[in-house]
């Protein structure tokens, strides 16, 4: 499994923002996959996960604003952010686990990518 995050970059507040993040191993298709964001000097926290099967979970900070989606084929996902707010400037990482089902402790995931920086300004 080798995981990539693409997308981050510095907005301003309200604007969208896509990331992607790929598969380039394709060594699991029926897994669950997800986002994850770190501040500078706070925990990781947990933004939203899909599994291969469609089932979404969101972290409440951007439930409502984020829209998290994936195709199996690659498997690739994506997070689009949308009314983007200075708090949710962070590095953003995707990871992936072996399972399908609904995880959103970084304990439960198995496969991390190096992350993308995603600035919003005020």
């Known amino acids: 499994v080798q995981l990539q995050a693409y997308g981050g970059g510095l907005v301003q507040a309200g604007a969208s923002l896509r990331l992607s993040c790929a598969d380039s191993g394709r060594t699991y298709t029926t897994n669950t996959m997800g986002w994850f964001r770190q501040a500078p000097g706070k925990e990781r926290e947990f933004v939203a996960s899909?599994?291969?099967?469609?089932?979404?979970n969101y972290g409440d900070s951007v439930r409502g604003r984020f829209t998290i989606s994936r195709v199996n084929a690659n498997p690739t996902i994506y997070l689009q952010m949308n009314s983007l707010r200075p708090e949710d400037t962070a590095v953003y990482y995707c990871?992936?686990?072996?399972?399908?089902?609904?995880?959103?402790?970084?304990?439960?995931?198995?496969?991390w990518g190096q992350g993308t920086l995603v600035t919003v300004s005020s």
């Open positions: 990871a992936s686990v072996p399972q399908s089902s609904v995880f959103s402790a970084t304990a439960e995931y198995t496969y």
């Open positions: 899909i599994s291969w099967r469609g089932t979404r």
